[in-house]
């Protein structure tokens, strides 16, 4: 949400059968203040909005009073409007990171198909219509993903991008605007790899194509910490790509563990982070690089906090994925796309 909206607002949505509130929220400073911007979405039983109304307001004014010694929160604020279901969707999907409602799960070795509106922001790095990379979306424009996906071609005329669960048919396709590599990125090197690719023409965003959230910088993301790596990678080293986009429960390892001698003796440095398992089984492969590596956070509210980079082989002992760490380049990131 822009700094033009309203400080506080929140919406209702009517119509189904069930209770499920979901939260939204973005914080930023506007001179001395913080200011916080939620969105909330309830689904009700009943169908009476005055009913719903006053509910929704009991639940508002008790959660914040209860909160207001952590936050200070002007409980006059919060306002309803009805809104129409189409018009909610719209605000619901120019938010970030709204995808996959945990609990649920499994390279992409060894991974599982993911449902339509899962992972709305993974999108397919394409020459002549041939799946080369992931990526992810960050905005309406820009996409996340790693350089050396451009080592085989830096022209930004010859890439395509697709969104949607399957690669064919695509639900949607754009054409590529530019590509920033990080200035630090050596070809066949695994240091800042890193890229940001601008689209010809925004994406509609939609249920099935939208913005995943970036992490700040100093965000933690903490070894053993839960994480998905979704991609259309083979499923064994040189093996196929598969149609239908996998998804796969992967572990966060310190990078510690992960410099171990038996393990990358000391390739990961600090811009990398490594998720999987020593026992192998578990993990991205070829074609899977670009592609995010989110969190759930906040309610399910999904972070990219690693772009699949580089690893020895896929979902062997020892030897896990290494990714690129979202957090170490948020600055960088910032400087090309402004966002
Ligand atoms: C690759 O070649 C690749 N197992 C991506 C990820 C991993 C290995 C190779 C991690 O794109």
């Not at 700040?216 to 196929?240: C, I, Q, R, Y």
């Not at 990219?304 to 290494?322: D, Q």
Request: hydrophobic content about 35%; aromatic content about 10%; glycine content about 8%.
């Amino acid at each position: 949400m822009d700094d033009s909206s309203n400080c506080f607002s929140s919406c209702v949505g009517f119509g189904n059968n069930y209770w499920s509130p979901r939260l939204f929220f973005s914080i930023w400073s506007s001179n001395d203040d913080l200011k916080a911007d939620v969105l909330l979405k309830f689904r009700f039983v009943s169908r009476n909005a005055n009913a719903i109304k006053s509910q929704v307001n009991n639940i508002l004014h008790q959660n914040f009073e209860l909160n207001e010694s952590f936050l200070k929160i002007n409980t006059s604020l919060p306002y309803l409007r009805d809104v129409s279901e189409v018009q909610a969707e719209h605000i619901l999907n120019s938010g970030c990171g709204l995808g996959k409602e945990l609990p649920s799960m499994d390279r992409i070795a060894d991974g599982k198909i993911s449902k339509k509106a899962d992972w709305p922001w993974q999108a397919s790095l394409q020459i002549d219509g041939t799946h080369f990379c992931g990526a992810s979306l960050i905005s309406e424009k820009w996409l996340l993903t790693a350089a050396h996906c451009f080592d085989i071609n830096k022209n930004p005329r010859v890439w395509t991008v697709s969104f949607g669960t399957t690669l064919s048919p695509a639900l949607m396709r754009r054409e590529v605007q530019s590509i920033v590599l990080h200035e630090k990125y050596a070809p066949h090197k695994h240091d800042g790899d890193i890229a940001v690719v601008k689209l010809s023409t925004p994406v509609t965003f939609s249920s099935n194509v939208h913005r995943v959230c970036l992490p700040d910088t100093n965000f933690e993301v903490m070894p053993e910490n839960k994480v998905f790596v979704t991609g259309w990678g083979a499923l064994s080293p040189d093996g196929f790509y598969p149609n239908s986009l996998r998804e796969v429960e992967l572990k966060i390892i310190s990078n510690d563990k992960c410099n171990q001698v038996d393990v990358y003796g000391g390739a990961v440095s600090s811009g990398m982070l490594c998720a999987g398992f020593l026992t192998g089984n578990h993990d991205a492969c070829e074609g899977d690089s670009g592609g995010p590596l989110v969190i759930s956070h906040n309610r399910n509210i999904w972070y990219v906090v690693g772009i699949v980079s580089w690893g020895i082989g896929c979902a062997k002992e020892n030897k896990p994925g290494v990714y690129t760490k979202v957090t170490h380049y948020r600055d960088w990131i910032k400087s090309k796309t402004n966002i």
